[in-house]
């Protein structure tokens, strides 16, 4: 069974970054489309951007568009999400996903998952 750990999270103001790290550990996985999805108290798990294998197409949500960007370390079996311009609304628990279909990452059905890693953001 493959596992993704997450790393990275933490408190910051408004306007701050914070660069978020998702560790697979399985080689297989660098086979595998990657991506991100965040959940806040009382609201659904929202997806948030993926990348596909070789990192050559990369797809955000409108929310976090032109703010964060997903990257891959295929060597190292490690996606990175750099969130720049932190808002209040970007404060959630955000999951790293994988699965084969870069589809599935979107959709938020991925077949593997994070324990999750909390960004708070304060004003």
């Known amino acids: 069974q493959e596992q993704l750990v997450e790393s990275g999270g933490g408190q910051v103001q408004a306007g701050d970054s914070l660069r978020l790290s998702c560790v697979a550990s399985g080689r297989t996985l660098s086979n595998y489309a990657m991506g991100w999805s965040r959940q806040a108290p009382g609201k659904e798990r929202e997806f948030v951007a993926a990348i596909t294998p070789s990192g050559a197409w990369t797809y955000y949500a409108d929310s976090v568009k032109g703010r964060f960007t997903i990257s891959r370390d295929i060597g190292k079996s490690t996606v990175y999400l750099q969130m720049n311009s932190l808002k209040s609304e970007d404060a959630a628990v955000y999951y790293c996903?994988?699965?084969?279909?870069?589809?599935?990452?979107?959709?938020?059905?991925?077949?593997?998952w994070g324990q999750g890693t909390q960004v708070t953001v304060s004003s």
């Open positions: 996903a994988a699965d084969r279909l870069f589809s599935a990452v979107v959709a938020g059905t991925s077949g593997s």
